[in-house]
């Protein structure tokens, strides 16, 4: 999110060569861009919550784009369903994107945009963009883009020197020439406003970036070497916050997570993990992903059911303003004033109403008062599995049209990807049964958009239309 010495000398070599994105160790490359747990769980998270939603145009698109040798390249469906969904909490209006294949995060953005917005768009190749524009065309929003077939870094360049366009934008997308990706960084903040996001893709790099064997061939990758110094360094540019979106794996958490975790929430975990149930805890990557969402959002006034020590209610009452507030409920008490103390040394107890209760009855009362509905801009649900259908329907009444109500844990573990065998101990467990019939229902329901990010165990945004 875009708010130093010169970053430049961090990386050696940086923009000085134009070399193929295609890795050394090609013949490892995956089929798809995953780096979940297994195929079978990307597969459920498209079936369940991606292709039912997926636009006309996108699906005919992404259908050609698979005919085309470097269909990898291109944004895979579940991105594009985030980036539309972050786009419309974002309320962005003039975008632009480096890189565009085929067009299919081009058209995902294009089709988010407002009627007046505006998308530019660059790529040095424009047969590719001209396999999208069809489907683009007939999607009715070829008036949203502005396409520059250019090299990327010299218009991006000239584009930053001008003043009319500083600031000007609210979202940029950079997905391609990854070993400039700090040359874009420093225009792109330029061209970026306050409290704009810019996004940079593949930073995980097919998963290579994480420490490796000194004899492994993914050492010999140019692309992976940089990028681990690419994030290495936004973890440590003060000019912005960062969150990478992607399962918690170890990489994300020591890279981009605990450099930044305020001093509090970090004593917090630590604390945290003492106590017998630590793993109830939402992961660290979460919170941060968390704070950055609300402060997109705009967030002034939460609701949070399930608190346990409070790792995601510091979370969000450092994110909310000096008058926000954030109505965290939980029927034990006890395991809150673990966290306590750390609530209050970090300055934000006074944004936090806990209210001791079974959360269903105390939301139930809640969403009948008219002063409240419509009034939250955020949820989010962290306990009481087996209830969420009956918290999704009071929390329709409370939170107001484009706000976000956030399910946590809807993956289980992976456990809800369809079981081989009818009578494992996975495929009894009612939590697991009932979540697959719940993402489903949402997956359905017409009175919200959906994201089931595989951060953490899965959580799912639903934002009120």
């Known amino acids: 999110m875009a708010g130093g010495p010169d970053p430049k000398s961090q990386f050696y070599g940086a923009g000085a060569h134009m070399l193929s994105e295609t890795l050394l160790y090609g013949d490892l490359l995956p089929e798809h861009k995953n780096l979940l747990r297994t195929e079978a769980l990307l597969e459920y998270i498209l079936e369940t919550s991606v292709y039912p939603r997926e636009h006309e145009q996108l699906k005919a698109l992404r259908e050609a784009t698979l005919q085309h040798p470097a269909t990898l390249l291109s944004v895979p469906p579940e991105e594009g369903q985030f980036l539309s969904l972050f786009l419309k909490v974002l309320n962005a209006k003039k975008t632009i994107e480096v890189g565009v294949f085929t067009g299919y995060s081009l058209l995902a953005t294009a089709l988010t945009l407002p009627e007046d917005g505006k998308v530019t768009a660059i790529d040095f190749d424009k047969s590719t963009y001209e396999i999208g524009l069809p489907f683009i065309q007939k999607a009715g929003v070829e008036h949203k883009i502005n396409y520059i077939e250019s090299e990327a870094l010299p218009f991006v360049d000239k584009l930053s020197k001008e003043e009319s366009e500083q600031g000007s934008y609210d979202f940029a997308f950079v997905d391609a020439d990854q070993l400039n990706y700090v040359e874009y960084h420093e225009r792109l903040l330029k061209l970026v406003r306050v409290g704009g996001v810019i996004a940079y893709d593949n930073t995980l790099w097919f998963g290579s970036v994480t420490p490796q064997d000194p004899d492994s061939i993914a050492l010999k990758d140019p692309t992976r070497n940089f990028l681990v110094k690419f994030n290495a360094f936004l973890a440590g540019d003060p000019r912005v916050e960062v969150t990478q979106v992607s399962i918690g794996d170890g990489y994300i958490v020591e890279t981009s997570v605990y ?147 956030a399910y946590d844990n809807t993956l289980w573990l992976g456990s809800v990807v369809p079981q081989q065998d009818p009578n494992s101990d996975c495929a009894k467990d009612p939590t697991r049964n009932y979540l697959v019939k719940f993402n489903a229902f949402l997956a359905s329901d017409p009175r919200i958009e959906i994201n089931l990010l595989s951060i953490g165990d899965g959580v799912t945004l639903c934002r009120r239309i």
Do not use: C, W
């Not at 009956?390 to 049209?401: A, G, M, Q, W």
């Open 259 to 405: 450099p930044r975790e305020n001093e509090q929430l970090k004593v917090l975990r630590e604390a945290t993990l003492k106590h017998p149930a630590s793993f109830s805890s939402v992961p660290a990557e979460e919170g941060q992903f968390l704070s950055l969402f609300l402060k997109v959002l705009n967030a002034k006034k939460t609701i949070e059911i399930g608190v346990f020590t409070g790792y995601s209610l510091l979370s969000t009452a450092l994110a909310l303003p000096e008058d926000g507030k954030v109505t965290a409920i939980d029927f034990d008490r006890s395991t809150y004033e673990i966290g306590l103390p750390f609530i209050r040394e970090a300055g934000v107890e006074h944004k936090i109403n806990f209210v001791e209760s079974a959360a269903l009855p105390f939301v139930d009362k809640l969403s009948k008062e008219e002063k409240e509905q419509g009034s939250y801009d955020f949820a989010f649900v962290d306990a009481d599995k087996l209830n969420y259908g009956e918290y999704h329907e009071r929390l329709l009444k409370l939170v107001r049209v484009g706000g976000i109500i």
